[in-house]
């Protein structure tokens, strides 16, 4: 625990993240999240997984995405509103809670926008570590939203790709891009067409925000070798790719049943078949075959990725002191005395 | 809502919160409490409801309970491990958030230990306002841990019950329970058997912790007319009543799928017949038949009710400040550029 007091919970404020990813290093903190989200994977039969706790409207959903290794019990809390942008607000929010399954008290409570950003960009490159060409140097951006950036940093630092090339619909999304990367040593082409944008890729990555079905790649787009790292298309309606390409591709993804809910596979029959990345991870199953085939990871996202960045943040929480003590669980002295507690309150209140 | 701010969410400490209850009063905050659960179980069609989300360990379960009306969600953490009370810790301890469904923004994020031990005395007070003779002004409680002062005060506050007649296997927490109500007004009978405690009594409340099938109240024990609140039966494998008390009772539920697993029920069939409480409340269920039946009001504790006291709580935030503003959501200038806001940080960390 890092806390020795009963009462309270760690809470790292979007502020601290910030602060926390700067100290650490935008590069170093990607790298020690893709190692814990690797590790995790690699023991992934331990954990209790389920799919996500979904509350749907008309404008969005709103889910919780538990899981626990026995020892560790994290959740988020995540909200997908697509409309959310025109009235300048955050599509995608989260916040995260890691508990101790011995007690059932938290142990940490922290934002996870910034951190849900990070932590699919570290699993994508995981993934990509695996799946893509061990010669691969050119990646593919299309779609320049909140979450390229942090695809195209995650990728220098597990793969060292430098190269990148970048489409989006709104040529401001990809300026933004463009110059928010500019000081961090990439060679970036601006692309006029996604057709263009693919042209030499060895790596794909599909991150558009829409949520209806599209085709942001067409069939004859998909050449071979490539590595398609499609995170874009994560909830039920919502796909990239076109179906072709799937059919052409050994087809990877994190949580199947999930998956073929929310994934580019929603799109395929449900048993066609696909390998986990855990089990690639733990050298069970067959990753790139050869360097003619089509590797894609079909990402949306699963709550051990999640529980693995919460246990990151934990890990560094004693050595950067970034976080704020919150006093969240009552403590009476006495276990069974929890109104005792409250009168007492009074009349302290009362002598002050 | 109740800030400004995009980026921040108003946070109710344990502090604040035993703050807010004295401010209010603990009576008139039980009454709004119980006045806000009853109007929601009044519109209980419109919520959106399932079994909570376990995650069950050998020593306890950590769950969340998700729902919403369509325009708030609301959803608890909270954790019930036996075995904490001799290490200090409470056994049951929880959390919990209001967010905006349409935005799909945390509106509210509280500690919800006390606010549980409050809400869930308040709902038994509602269930008996329809359950119990309309002369009942005697209660027997039967385990004095602590649940069992939030009991009497709410039924006090709602029902104007003042004769308490009080039992716990260990004496020493009775003497507690009666210390801390001594200055509310009760005419209080300490006893040294629970058959002592229910003579005479016209409500029996049942809250002991025991995880274990148990039988608190035995078949001779419930006598005619008498309302049966009974609070401690509330998971899987864990109850309280001789199953012949069930077999002579109209028995009262909150969420029938969820009772069946947790409640007093599992020991009957799971189609045996059971009222809903909601429909006793809107009118559209008969609740008490007629002076000589037992009435039993199976307690578990739904999502609705943590979602109501969250709502409540919610609605006294601006009229007393009680709350510390947490910056929980990140908020860049421009909803797509998160990874511009980060690197903006660092800007301005150097210029500092």
Same mark, same amino acid.
């Given at each position: 625990?890092? *806390?020795?007091?009963?009462?309270?919970?760690?809470?790292?404020?979007?502020?601290?993240?910030?602060?926390?990813?700067?100290?650490?290093?935008?590069?170093?903190?990607?790298?020690?999240?893709?190692?814990?989200?690797?590790?995790?994977?690699?023991?992934?039969?331990?954990?209790?997984?389920?799919?996500?706790?979904?509350?749907?409207?008309?404008?969005?959903?709103?889910?919780?995405?538990?899981?626990?290794?026995?020892?560790?019990?994290?959740?988020?809390?995540?909200?997908?509103?697509?409309?959310?942008?025109?009235?300048?607000?955050?599509?995608?929010?989260?916040?995260?809670?890691?508990?101790?399954?011995?007690?059932?008290?938290?142990?940490?409570?922290?934002?996870?926008?910034?951190?849900?950003?990070?932590?699919?960009?570290?699993?994508?490159?995981?993934?990509?570590?695996?799946?893509?060409?061990?010669?691969?140097?050119?990646?593919?951006?299309?779609?320049?939203?909140?979450?390229?950036?942090?695809?195209?940093?995650?990728?220098?630092?597990?793969?060292?790709?430098?190269?990148?090339?970048?489409?989006?619909?709104?040529?401001?999304?990809?300026?933004?891009?463009?110059?928010?990367?500019?000081?961090?040593?990439?060679?970036?082409?601006?692309?006029?067409?996604?057709?263009?944008?693919?042209?030499?890729?060895?790596?794909?990555?599909?991150? *558009?925000?829409?949520?209806?079905?599209? *085709?942001?790649?067409?069939?004859?787009?998909?050449?071979?070798?490539?590595?398609?790292?499609?995170?874009?298309?994560?909830?039920?309606?919502?796909?990239?790719?076109?179906?072709?390409?799937?059919?052409?591709?050994?087809?990877?993804?994190?949580?199947?049943?999930?998956?073929?809910?929310?994934?580019?596979?929603?799109?395929?029959?449900?048993?066609?078949?696909? *390998?986990?990345?855990?089990?690639?991870?733990?050298?069970?199953?067959?990753?790139?075959?050869?360097?003619?085939?089509?590797?894609?990871?079909?990402?949306?996202?699963?709550?051990?990725?999640?529980?693995?960045?919460?246990?990151?943040?934990?890990?560094?929480?004693?050595?950067?002191?970034?976080?704020?003590?919150?006093?969240?669980?009552?403590?009476?002295?006495?276990?069974?005395?929890?109104?005792?507690?409250?009168?007492?309150?009074?009349?302290?209140?009362?002598?002050?």
């Amino acid at each position: 625990m890092t *806390t020795a007091s009963l009462n309270t919970v760690p809470f790292v404020s979007v502020d601290n993240m910030m602060k926390l990813v700067l100290k650490i290093g935008i590069e170093p903190f990607l790298k020690g999240l893709a190692d814990t989200i690797e590790a995790d994977f690699r023991r992934w039969p331990q954990f209790d997984k389920r799919e996500r706790v979904p509350c749907h409207s008309a404008e969005g959903v709103i889910e919780l995405m538990p899981t626990s290794d026995g020892d560790l019990y994290g959740f988020k809390y995540v909200n997908g509103h697509p409309k959310n942008m025109k009235e300048g607000r955050q599509t995608v929010t989260g916040f995260g809670v890691l508990a101790d399954v011995h007690t059932g008290y938290p142990m940490l409570f922290s934002e996870m926008t910034l951190l849900t950003a990070l932590r699919t960009a570290a699993t994508s490159a995981v993934a990509a570590k695996y799946l893509a060409r061990k010669d691969a140097s050119v990646m593919a951006i299309i779609g320049n939203g909140a979450q390229s950036e942090f695809q195209a940093m995650a990728f220098k630092a597990l793969l060292g790709i430098k190269r990148l090339r970048l489409y989006d619909l709104d040529a401001a999304a990809t300026e933004k891009c463009r110059r928010n990367l500019s000081a961090f040593g990439f060679e970036i082409v601006a692309c006029k067409t996604a057709e263009e944008a693919v042209e030499g890729a060895d790596i794909i990555t599909t991150v *558009t925000a829409d949520k209806r079905q599209n *085709t942001i790649l067409s069939d004859n787009m998909a050449g071979p070798g490539v590595h398609i790292n499609a995170v874009g298309g994560d909830s039920p309606g919502k796909t990239e790719l076109a179906r072709d390409i799937l059919l052409r591709s050994d087809i990877f993804v994190e949580y199947p049943p999930q998956t073929r809910i929310e994934g580019e596979i929603q799109q395929l029959a449900p048993d066609y078949p696909v *390998t986990e990345l855990w089990q690639v991870i733990n050298g069970e199953a067959e990753g790139r075959r050869d360097d003619r085939r089509i590797t894609l990871f079909d990402s949306v996202g699963f709550a051990t990725e999640d529980f693995s960045a919460l246990r990151f943040v934990h890990s560094l929480l004693k050595e950067t002191g970034l976080y704020q003590d919150l006093d969240l669980v009552a403590d009476p002295d006495e276990p069974r005395d929890l109104f005792g507690m409250l009168i007492r309150a009074e009349a302290a209140q009362k002598a002050a």
